[in-house]
């Protein structure tokens, strides 16, 4: 069965600091990857995704995310964290074959943003 | 509407009562999810339906849940003789198709189970 591990479960910068937030998974093909953002109180939100093709892809609110099958990881990476990134972020895989609908989730990693 | 829409936004249930959790999702979006958040965890899929077709139920915990979607739009996760072990986020998405459509997901309903 497919897995998502997301070693850090909370990750503190400040603002104005680069971030990346790791993501590792387990899955005998290549899988959709994908990168959701959480707000408290809030349903999740899609900051970037990954089928094929170019291995960086780019997102929404300035992320980016690299995926490396050498090393089973779509790492999340921002060059300047903003206050208002402040949130829960998840790594999550789709199976690209048959059951391409069920998203797989990490546990998460809560990112606080100091001033 | 404009996105996901889940009602009620939470709920308090007693240990053995039956709830109804309801998910309006994006007009037009053939596929609708439900997935369960616990505290401190990561979403895990409960059932998907293509339409008004249950096309997966895997993920239901035990018979205790049950999920409808009877004309294709607006759906309702049932959970009979709640448990304390329910108590988690309920969160429904919608998406144009499966697989590379993105997920739209509603603000979830938050179930407590006394």
């Known amino acids: 069965a497919q897995s998502v591990t997301q070693p850090d479960i909370h990750i503190t910068v400040s603002e104005g600091a680069s971030l990346e937030l790791r993501c590792n998974y387990s899955?005998?093909?290549?899988?959709?990857l994908f990168w959701y953002v959480q707000s408290p109180g809030q349903g999740l939100q899609l900051l970037l995704k990954y089928f094929s093709g170019d291995t960086l892809v780019q997102g929404i609110k300035g992320f980016e995310a690299e995926f490396k099958r050498s090393q089973s990881s779509f790492n999340l990476r921002k060059p300047s964290v903003h206050w208002s990134d402040a949130a829960e972020y998840f790594c999550?895989?789709?199976?690209?074959?048959?059951?391409?609908?069920?998203?797989?989730f990490g546990k998460g990693t809560l990112l606080t943003v100091n001033p | 509407g404009a996105g996901v829409s889940q009602s009620p936004r939470y709920k308090v249930a007693k240990r053995g009562q039956d709830v109804a959790l309801r998910c309006d999702p994006i007009s037009g979006h053939v596929s609708l999810f439900w997935y369960q958040q616990a505290l401190g965890q990561g979403p895990e899929f409960l059932t998907y339906f293509q339409n008004e077709a249950q096309l997966d139920k895997s993920g239901l915990p035990s018979d205790r849940f049950f999920a409808e979607r009877p004309e294709g739009s607006v759906s309702t996760l049932k959970i009979q003789r709640t448990q304390q072990e329910d108590s988690a986020v309920y969160l429904c998405a919608s998406s144009t198709d499966r697989g590379s459509s993105p997920l739209h997901f509603g603000n979830g309903t938050r179930l407590t189970v006394t």
């Open positions: 899955y005998g093909a290549t899988p959709y």
């Open positions: 999550a895989v789709v199976d690209s074959g048959g059951s391409n609908y069920k998203l797989t």
